[in-house]
Structure formats: structure tokens, C-alpha cells
């Protein structure tokens, strides 16, 4: 018997992970697969439109940030730069201003808090800039990323194709390949020595975010000092490194604390039918030829939406949440679920399930379904993400809420 | 405004036209042809790739079944790149009319269609997902063809012998004197430039828009627009063309084809030649029937949906005898003949598997016409690959196995293995780029991650080429179009990959914010 099972490791899951476990709470952590970190940008995406601070109050009644509360936001914030700081892994930003990091095209994506190497701090649009691009690495798009720089204003000077040494046989270059050599110092200086030479000149360098994985901010120092100019890394398409070294960061943190973490196992909720108020009482687990019961005192969804599992889509038309088919929020027959036009608002992205400011999910009367069942991150209804940019912002929020009921 | 003259002029680059164009270079006849927009973008390209038996018209147009075996055998002999031969099987299922078996065997012998019967423990080992309710069988020789493939061969033997292929200009004007059409006007759909290309012949092989082209010299052709629907499956069940052996009905034929099986198809008259909205019914329809021929079929994954429409004449309503009405399939109008406008025919209907036999029909009358006396020479002529070994994924797979393989050469689209040097060339041998034209050549972005993340490499490394393009509208416009592919199948797994795709794109990358929103 767990006090808290957490379902799901993605940003919302392993942060409540991370809050329950600080408070000596016997925490249990089970997934299905890998968490949407990593395919994410890695950065902390509160609210694009304006800053959150001066809008928050305007958003809608039933949207997650509503539910979950302004002072729900500003601790989770907190708290996760404390989590991260810890970790070595300082972000930059804040919830009273917006951040606009390069994203790998040369558009500028709009976040709150972005990892130090993203954010650099001393880089403005008036700071003269190149930007390096690495042969073999499929994924860092310089031609574009400089055209639309510049048409964003940055005082891009030039792009540097940079090679890797020797001519060893390589496989095609995934950004994770490049990121395992440059966790290895003798690798770092290998390839200042050979950079070097082709960066007189240059005062600031862009390149891809390939340096390091394991310890990212310690390697992006040194490499820094070893070139002896100022860096900083642009996200690339998956395997995306800021989004897996928060996710690396993440899961330290949570071994550190104690949680104890199942991975590769899908879980079915289990009710327990024993008592008069309705509770959920764990659930089974899924692994390869096996399945086995797993108790807990509360539950906390973290299962994601249709991306990650959370929400399931089936040929009908009907929409199931995966783990304890909980009422959706959504009562149409047969809605559609895509709007006809990739850039149009799509429909898919506001469902979910509706839940209290307790993170309880709601039945469709709005009572609690299970009086010990939480949810939190993109499984909650109501908010379109990616337009409002909001995504991992829900995530914390609600997974702190989410932790703070389950506690209580 | 820039002018040349040929001797034959074809509009339409489709199997029609390109046959045509093809069949006159061999005869040494000066060709052009024309399209408003891009090889294999009409009926051509949006077709299930079956390359008939011609069992399907055993019964109800035994003529179309004979030049449907015979071009069958041709096909095989000057085109084998293009083929997979993956065979087809007829399977009568317990629960279809008893007796359409029987008498679709006798029509099919009476016309000397090549097939034998299979028992149905032959069918389970040759083919074991299918169904158990299978009550008769029989192994005919139809094979999966891949029409961009051919489309391309075609385009590239034609300009290799010294015909032209011009691509985005429609016609917008016929220049008539005399009750003879003498030149054609057209604008480009890239510049919006106008030239004038004579001709002493004028074909219409525009498929679904050849109502349209003929308007323009003043002719009405009594087209009717045949929707039919097909969806590409992300996996290949059977090895084996499926037919099912009953009455002519939607949803009938599974074609296996490269690294994935085509359902097809439906039959839903549409006003027009743009029109190729599909409606969730008919989805459901072919997953259903998909599901009776092989059970678990609805539980795999669907990659894609899309629409082709069939031109179709009806003679009927022409009311003039005038017309050459070779079969049921395919028709050659001589304008001269039937609305006094010498110069100018219009050919229609007809089926891929045919087209070679078309072209040959339409070319007879064109060198009757230039009173040129040399033969039909298509039928033993092969055509020539453009490129003899990537197309096929297993050919592909190999050599990146290989150690010939060249390590700065990256795999840009992992899911169909086309490499960086299959870009390059591409660009190097168009003067513009366009990514959907890109696919057509390459099966770029065609499979199960429907160029999420390949879309982005490949523009990247046309972009310091392609500089005075807007090849981020094109991007646009292509994702877009790879989206809408999909929307119709918001479910299971495809559902997954279409939110990964735009998360990708909206939250990674941002395309929205530099793309002008594709529109």
C-alpha cells in the first residue's frame, strides 16, 4: 500500500512526484512509457498571450488555471525552480515577463522560463550573433534559422558550418548522439581546439542543443570557457536535449527523494467497492505477461491527453479515458475531434476530464467521482494549449493542487 | 508574350497525356504537353494502384476485361519497375450471392483471363489473415502498380526524346481561326505569365477537367464526376491483391503496395472535378469492409484517406454517332467531326491498366491527321526508370545497408529510407521546388509519420537554392495537405500521430509564426 500512486511520468507526474515525496509521503510512480518530455522544448510555457500576472484574472472560469488558482501557479513556479536549481539546472525567467527563445526554424517561441542555456541572459536582439550548424546533424535547419532571425530582428551576422572530428564512420547524427560525446570533456576539447580557428571574430555563437545530456549546465559552462565566447542552444526537433535533460533532471530528483518508480507497465484503475463512499483502491498493472494489484491510499492521473495515452479516440467516435474510464467532458454523439485545417483551432485539444479545485474529476452532474482521485496535467479539459501556450504552466499548477488535496 | 509552335499539343500530364505525349515521341511526332499543375495531381495520382486482371469487368464489360489482360502483360514487359507482382486472388465469401461465382469463372474463361482455382488451404498458407469464411478462391495475375512511378518514367523517356513536359500552365485560352484551333494560350500558376504554344493537333486528356478544357473552345462534353474513396493502411496484411469475387460493389479490392495495403474504393457522383471532400460514412465503410475480408483489419492503423475522381463520359446524352466508342472504358471525341472545331480531341474514361492502349488509339488518329504512316511501337519500347534502384523500400534499405553507402548521405525520411542525395537530385533537376511534387518523386513524407518530421529537413536543404521561393508557404501548404489526409481517421493510433505532428510543429518549431499560415 502506497499513500500516493502517481500514473504517468511526464512534467505534471514526476513534479507531483518530486512535491509528495519532499514531504515524506510514501510515493509510488508507474508509467506506461516515456513522458512527453521528450519531445517537448524543455521550457516552462505559462501563458503566451500576455504576461500570466496581469491576465490570469481574465481567463475563463472553467479553465484548469482557474480551477487550480493563481497562488497555485506561483508556489508550483517556485517550487520547480528550486527542484531544478537544486539539480544544477538553473532556469531563466520569470512569471512577470515573457521570454522568446529561437525555436530551430527562427521563429520565437514564447515562454516564461527557459533552461540557462536557452535564455542566456545577454542576448538581445541587438547583440551581433552566428549561428553554428553542425554537418551530419539532419535536425538544426541553419538556412532557415538565420533568414527568419533576421527577419525577427536578431543581428545575425553569419552561419559557421562546423564539422566533428576525424572521419570515424557514423551512423546519421541524432541530436542525443552529439549530446553522450559532449558529456565527455576530453570530447569538449577535442572540438573547441578544432571550432576554434573558424570563430574568430564571432562574440556570440548559436548552435543546436547538443551539449550534454547528463550534467548540461556544467558542460555548457565549460565549453563556453573552452571557445572563450558566449553560447546558446536552440531546441531542435526530437530527440529534443532540454526536454530530456529536464526529464533526467526530474527523475533524479524523484529517486533522490524516495519515489519509487515502475516504468513500462500500463495500469487499469481498480474501485474499491468495499465501502459506501466511492474510492478508487490502486490499480492493476499491465507489464509483459504479467499483471499485478497495486494499492494506494490516493490516485493521481497524470496520463496525458491523446498524445500520451491519457485519452483514447476509438474508430465510433467515442472518447475513453484510458485508466478509469472517467466521464469526459463531452456530450455531443459524435463531435469531431480534428478541425479540417492543421492551423485551425482543433477541437481534440480541450477534452478531457473536468475536475474541482480539489483536482477531483467530476461526473457529469459535477460531483467527484472518486473521493480519493486526482488528476492533473494534460488530462484536465478546458484549456487549448498550444494556442495559449500554456501547457506546461497547467502542468505544474495542477499538479500542485493535485498534491496539496491528495495530502490533505 | 513568348510563342513556339509543335505539332502536338497534350493537355493533361496524367497516365492519358504523358502516354500520349510518350507514344507520339516514338512515332517522331513533336510533342508538348501541359499541366495545370503537377505530374500524377489528378485522377492518375489518387488511384489504388491495381493493376487489373481483368477479371473485375468479366461480366459486365467483357471488352474492357480483354484490353485489361492484355495491356496487363504489356505493362509487365516495358514497365517492370513500376510493378510489384504481388498477384490477385478472387475470393467468394460464404456469405456472398451463390451463383455469382460460377458464371464470373465462365465469363473469364470465355475471354481467356489467365486464373486458377486455389483451395482454401492454399489461400490460409499463402495468405493466413484472411478470413476463415472464404467459400471459393481463385489466383489471378493482377499486380500492384505504382503510378507515380510510372508517371515519372513516362515524363522523364519523353523529355529524354525530345518532347517537352510543362508543368503549371494551364490553358486559359484556345486561339480559333476558322472553325480550327491553332494555339493555346497559357498562364503559368507560379508567375502568372502567359505564352502562346501552337499545334497542328490539339489533345484534351485533362481527366475530371476535360469538360472544362473543352469549354474553352466552345464544345460541351457530357462529363459526370465519380467520386471513389480509398485509405492507405499503415501495414501490409496480405501480400496479395483481394478481390472479392461478387457483383461490382464499393469497397472490393485490397492492394498491397511498397510498405503499405490500399483499400478501395467508393462510387459517390460529385459536381465537380475539385470536389474530393470524403464523408466519415464512407470511412467507415471500407474500414467495415476491410474488417469482413480480414478480421483485426479495423484495429490496424490507417495512415491516410483520399479521393480520385473518375471522368465519365455518357455517350447518351451526346446523342451524336460521331463519336469512336471503343468500349465501355474509354472514348475519343474528334471535335472536327462532332461540333465543327478541327484541331482539337478530347479522350476520356479508360483505366490506368489501359492507358498505354489509349494513348496508342489517340495517336493512330493524330498521325492519320499529320498523315504520318509509322507505327504503334509502345507496346515493346520499355520505358525507362528515372531512377533505376530507390524507389522501392527494400531496394533503399539495402544499400543504406550496404557499405557502399556514403556516410555523409543522411536518411531525411526515415519512415520511406530517401536520403539526402535523392533531395539534391530532385532539386538539382526541377527548377522549382514544390514538397508535394518532392513526394511524388521520392515517397517522401508517405509514411506512417505522414512527414512530420522530414517535411522540415527536406525544405531546409532546398532553401539556399530555392532563395526567391516561398518555400515556407509550401511547407505550409504541404503539411496542411498531409493533415487533411488524415483528419477523416481521428482515431487509435493515427489519432496519436496527427497531435504529435502538430505539437511538433506548433510548439517546437513554431511554423505558424513564419509560414503565413499556409493559406
Redesign the interface.
Known sequence: MTDILIIGAGLSGLFASILAAKVNADVTLVSAGHGGLS???GCI?VWSKATPSRSFSRIRKKHPYRIAGKRALDIAIAAFEEITHDASYPFSGSLSRQLFIP???????CTALAPYSLAHSEITNTTPIAIGSI??L??C????LV??LR?NGYAVERSIPLSLPGSE??R??YSTDLAYRFDDSSFREQIAQLWKPRLSGIHCLGLPAVLGLRQPHQVFQSFQELLGIKLFEI?T??P?LPGLRLEKVLFNTAIHFGVNIILGSSATGLIDRSQKLKRVSGIKLHAANSSRHLKARNVILATG???H?GL????D?SIHESVFNLPLDYSENRP????????DE?P?EKHGVRVNSQMQPLDLKGDPVYENLFAAGGIIAGADR?SEGS?QGIDLATAQRAVEAALE | MPSFSTELLVIGAGATGLGIAWDACLRGIKVVVVDQSNIAQGTSGRYHGLLHSGGRYAITDPVSAQECASENTILRRIIPHAIEDTGGLYLALRTDPADYAHEWLLACQKIGIDLEPRSLDQVRRREPALTKAISQAFQVNAASLDSFDLLNSLSHSIRKAGGQVLLHQRVNEFIIENNTVVAAELVSELDQTTMHIGAEIFINAAGPWSDQVAALAGVNIPLTHSKGTMIAMANRLTHTIIHRCRPHSNGDVIVPAGSVMIIGTTDIPVASANDLSIQ?SEI?FL?DQGEELIPGF?KTRPLRAWAGIRPIYNSRQYGINATREYSRSHVLIDHGETDGISGLASIFGGKLTTFRLMAQRVVDFVSRELQIDDECCTATVPIEPEKKEFIVLSNRTTRLLSSEKD??D???CECENVRQSEIESYIQSSPHFELDNLRCTTRLGMGPCQSA?CS??A??IA??SHESEDL?ADL?SF??R???GT?HL???QS??Q?????????????????SG???
Open positions: 519531445i517537448s522544448h510555457d525555436t530551430a526554424i527562427g521563429a520565437l517561441h554537418a551530419g539532419r535536425d535547419f541553419p538556412e532557415m533568414r527568419n527577419a564512420p557514423c546519421d547524427l531546441p526537433p526530437p529534443s491527453g491523446f498524445l495515452g483514447i479516440a476509438r474508430r467516435g469531431a475531434l480534428l478541425a479540417p485545417s492543421i492551423f482543433q481534440y498550444q501547457r | 466519415q467507415d474500414m479495423a556516410i555523409s543522411s536518411v531525411i518530421f522540415v529537413r525544405t531546409e532553401f539556399s515556407l505550409a503539411i496542411d498531409r493533415w487533411r483528419s481521428a482515431w487509435g489519432m496519436r496527427m497531435a504529435l505532428s502538430r505539437r511538433l510543429y506548433f510548439e517546437l518549431l513554431d511554423i505558424q509564426q513564419v499560415d499556409g493559406s
